[in-house]
């Protein structure tokens, strides 16, 4: 219902009024989806009753709550498994199974779904990284060269110089591992 509004007054009074009506609203809506839930609840219930006394059921159960469980178990997939699983699906239904029926198409796309969740891509680099090696051509061996004895001559020591001492033995004294002969000591 549309009113014409005239001054300040009128206007917070309409405003008043929407919003009593959003929440009658709000509050009726409310109650009919718990109505609603309520009248499919009871029926669910009646057939899972009636399906937990028939023998099996809960092995299929079973069988496709662990399908679910080995597709969904990677939620920190890569890009690659995300994609594998979003098209190969598509790609089967184009080309292999275009003229299958509901019951092979389910079937396969399932599996293809599964296969795809095993695939990351450490396990494709892997495989084209032993591929490649078995393609690239191997390097030839060089002949190795004759060892050939080297004399090597320590410089001479000048007569005044302080005794050669090596790295340990400069800090095996000093706490804080500062050289002897280093300026800061």
Request: hydrophobic share 40%; aromatic share 4%; no cysteine.
């Amino acid at each position: 219902m549309r009113t014409k509004v005239t001054n300040f007054d009128e206007l917070t009074a309409e405003i008043a009024r929407l919003k009593v009506q959003k929440k009658e609203q709000e509050a009726f809506l409310l109650n009919q989806y718990d109505l609603l839930k309520n009248k499919i609840e009871k029926p669910v219930r009646i057939a899972n009753m009636v399906l937990n006394r028939v023998p099996g059921v809960s092995t299929v159960k079973g069988l496709i709550s662990g399908i679910g469980q080995v597709t969904n178990k990677n939620n920190k997939a890569d890009w690659l498994t995300k994609t594998l699983q979003l098209g190969l699906p598509l790609v089967l239904n184009r080309t292999l199974l275009k003229n299958a029926g509901w019951l092979k198409k389910g079937l396969v796309l399932l599996g293809s779904e599964t296969v795809a969740s095993q695939v990351n891509q450490s396990k494709v680099s892997s495989i084209i990284d032993k591929i490649t090696s078995f393609i690239k051509p191997k390097k030839k061996k060089k002949k190795k060269a004759e060892i050939v004895d080297v004399v090597v001559e320590t410089p001479a020591i000048p007569p005044n110089h302080p005794p050669m001492i090596t790295a340990e033995e400069s800090v095996q004294d000093n706490a804080y591992g500062i050289p002897k002969d280093s300026e800061a000591y």
